[in-house]
């Protein structure tokens, strides 16, 4: 997880290591997967000896944050959620942009995703899909890249100076970015149109990579600052994206009203 000492080569925690921090690497350890997982595969993960990790899962299965399954495995436990919740950042955003985000998946029958920087990563905090919408393995609490999805660059666009140059300097294709982020600065909203980075799938019927437009536009607090970013990701049919553009420009001046007032 993002500041936490790496673990040793000898697959022993670092010397001094807090039993915190070594219980929050126990619980990253789920980000790749988000399902259960046996108690070796957990120490591997976390980079413990695996009675070290057998103890400290223990512990937190004790005051609900882990919860153990009849197999053995370990899942994540409903008491981080019910803390997650709680989170200002995404919970209070959320209650803001749902109304807006019904809305437009209506409209779209189509994914509708909030997201929030976190560092130099997108947190997804919400996301509304229709049983027909194209399959994507965006999943809330999820992280995404800020340089190669649309919400990450209209979070960018309004992050702070350090966090654009640093983004800048480990993109593949900086140029790109830059004018991404011109045109987030320009009209508020922008659109991006390439292969599903998650899940590429093939057109069958011309057996080539299947393409995603993202329309994404961010949520901007009272100072200009960015409280969030709304996107509408749909397969790339060719249409007119100006009434996307329009619903999500929309959208999200109204979403930042109603949060940036709270």
Same mark, same amino acid.
């Given at each position: 997880?993002?500041?936490?000492?790496?673990?040793?080569r000898?697959?022993?925690?670092?010397?001094?290591?807090?039993?915190?921090?070594?219980?929050?690497?126990?619980?990253?350890?789920?980000?790749?997967s988000?399902?259960?997982l046996?108690?070796?595969?957990?120490?591997?993960?976390?980079?413990?000896?695996?009675?070290?990790?057998?103890?400290?899962?223990?512990?937190?299965?004790?005051?609900?944050?882990?919860?153990?399954?009849?197999?053995?495995?370990?899942?994540?436990?409903?008491?981080?959620?019910?803390?997650?919740?709680?989170?200002?950042?995404?919970?209070?955003?959320?209650?803001?942009?749902?109304p807006?985000?019904? /809305?437009?998946?209506?409209?779209?029958?189509?994914?509708?995703?909030?997201?929030?920087?976190?560092?130099?990563?997108?947190?997804?905090?919400?996301?509304?899909?229709?049983?027909?919408?194209?399959?994507?393995?965006?999943?809330?609490?999820?992280?995404?890249?800020?340089?190669?999805?649309?919400?990450?660059?209209?979070?960018?666009?309004?992050?702070?100076q350090?966090?654009? /140059?640093?983004?800048?300097?480990?993109?593949?294709d900086?140029?790109?970015?830059?004018?991404?982020?011109?045109?987030?600065?320009?009209?508020?909203?922008?659109?991006?149109t390439?292969?599903?980075?998650?899940?590429?799938?093939?057109?069958?019927?011309?057996?080539?990579?299947?393409?995603?437009?993202s329309?994404?536009?961010?949520?901007?607090?009272? /100072?200009?600052?960015?409280?969030?970013?709304?996107?509408?990701?749909?397969?790339? /049919?060719?249409?007119?994206?100006?009434?996307?553009r329009?619903?999500?420009?929309?959208?999200?001046?109204?979403?930042?009203?109603?949060?940036?007032?709270?």
């Amino acid at each position: 997880m993002s500041g936490t000492a790496p673990p040793s080569r000898s697959g022993r925690p670092a010397r001094g290591e807090p039993i915190l921090e070594r219980a929050f690497r126990i619980l990253g350890a789920f980000a790749e997967s988000g399902g259960s997982l046996p108690l070796h595969v957990l120490a591997s993960r976390a980079g413990l000896p695996r009675s070290t990790a057998s103890r400290i899962a223990a512990q937190l299965t004790d005051v609900g944050a882990l919860e153990r399954r009849g197999n053995g495995e370990f899942v994540v436990g409903l008491q981080l959620l019910e803390i997650a919740s709680l989170a200002p950042r995404g919970h209070g955003l959320r209650a803001a942009a749902l109304p807006y985000m019904q /809305d437009l998946h209506r409209v779209t029958r189509q994914h509708i995703l909030l997201a929030v920087r976190d560092g130099h990563e997108a947190v997804l905090v919400e996301r509304l899909s229709a049983r027909g919408a194209v399959a994507v393995k965006y999943r809330v609490g999820g992280r995404l890249p800020l340089t190669e999805t649309g919400v990450g660059i209209a979070l960018l666009a309004h992050a702070p100076q350090e966090i654009r /140059d640093e983004a800048l300097a480990s993109a593949t294709d900086a140029g790109r970015v830059r004018r991404l982020i011109a045109a987030v600065l320009r009209e508020g909203v922008h659109t991006t149109t390439g292969p599903n980075p998650l899940h590429p799938g093939t057109d069958p019927v011309h057996a080539e990579p299947a393409r995603m437009t993202s329309v994404a536009a961010p949520i901007l607090d009272r /100072d200009g600052g960015a409280l969030g970013a709304l996107s509408l990701l749909a397969p790339d /049919d060719g249409r007119s994206q100006v009434a996307a553009r329009v619903a999500l420009r929309t959208a999200s001046l109204a979403i930042s009203r109603s949060a940036g007032h709270r």
